[in-house]
């Protein structure tokens, strides 16, 4: 099952911008969620997995990975560390600047 994750922005900065670390056994970064933002996770450590709907997506060093607005998502790890930044951009903004993420769907993965 998931869960809205609900996000509070600053008025005058419309991203939510955070690190954070998975360990082996395969920890989870939370249990499913969904918003209507926008967001990267850019993997800078280690190895692991995304689910995003029911697509299963590596990540490794380097990768870029875009979750879409609306797609239910978790990260997990195999590795011993893994280190993300996550970078989540609020729909609004998005929207002021002529993107309808309703009516876009990014590339999942960049490699």
């Known amino acids: 099952m998931s869960h809205y994750e609900?996000?509070?922005?600053?008025?005058?900065?419309p991203i939510?911008?955070?690190m954070d670390y998975l360990s082996f056994p395969s920890q989870k970064?939370?249990?499913?969620?969904?918003?209507?933002?926008?967001?990267l996770?850019?993997?800078i450590e280690g190895e692991g997995r995304?689910?995003?709907?029911s697509a299963s997506i590596p990540l490794k060093q380097g990768?870029?990975?875009v979750i879409n607005s609306g797609d239910i998502h978790y990260i997990t790890t195999d590795c011993p560390m893994m280190t993300y930044y996550?970078?989540?951009?609020?729909t609004g903004f998005l929207?002021?600047?002529?993107?309808?993420?309703?009516?876009?769907?990014?590339?999942?993965?960049?490699?």
């Open 16 to 18: 939510i911008y955070h």
């Open 50 to 53: 995304a689910a995003v709907n």
């Open 86 to 90: 996550c970078l989540i951009i609020y």
């Open 41 to 43: 996770i850019c993997c």
């Open 95 to 111: 929207k002021e600047l002529g993107i309808d993420v309703e009516k876009t769907s990014f590339c999942e993965n960049v490699t």
């Open 6 to 13: 609900n996000h509070r922005f600053n008025k005058d900065l």
């Open 63 to 65: 990768n870029i990975l």
């Open 29 to 39: 970064s939370c249990i499913s969620n969904w918003h209507e933002n926008v967001e």
